[in-house]
């Protein structure tokens, strides 16, 4: 099996490919490793993160890239906070927001670090928001 789109990062390790969508795991990432769903030629059409792959197409990229043994389950678990304490549809709910809610979700979940689901939660809306920078 061959890539459908080009991608030009030469760290990734090619997962296979699901309804026209090529999988990359990373090794070459600001986070250590990422997951990757590339979409299509252009540049910025993909999706990726480790942080997003509790479903959907990255959850397929995790499970693959945890096979061929890239991806530790240890450090998907991790990084992916499947731990229990935040469920898919808040990642979901935060990633709809606009960069003004997510800050002000960081800085309201900052101030209750007691709780653990809001550290989660806070943490979460951060690297939305640092991705979106990038
Ligand atoms: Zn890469």
């Not at 990359?24 to 993909?46: E, F, K, M, N, V």
């Not at 990633?95 to 979940?109: G, H």
Request: proline letters at 2%; a neutral charge.
């Amino acid at each position: 099996m061959k890539p459908l789109h080009q991608h030009d990062c030469h760290c990734c390790h090619y997962l296979g490919t699901v309804d026209d969508t090529d999988l990359y795991h990373c090794g070459q990432s600001g986070y250590g490793s990422t997951l990757i769903a590339r979409y299509s030629s252009d540049g910025p059409d993909y999706l990726s993160g480790l942080c997003f792959s509790q479903s959907g197409i990255l959850r397929i990229a995790a499970n693959r890239a945890i096979e061929q043994g890239h991806l530790s389950v240890e450090d998907w678990r991790r990084a992916a906070y499947i731990n229990g304490y935040i469920p898919y549809s808040d990642v979901k709910r935060l990633m709809q927001m606009s960069d003004d809610e997510l800050r002000e979700t960081f800085y309201s979940t900052i101030q209750q670090l007691g709780d653990k689901r809001n550290r989660i939660i806070g943490d979460t809306a951060y690297r939305i928001m640092d991705r979106r920078k990038s």
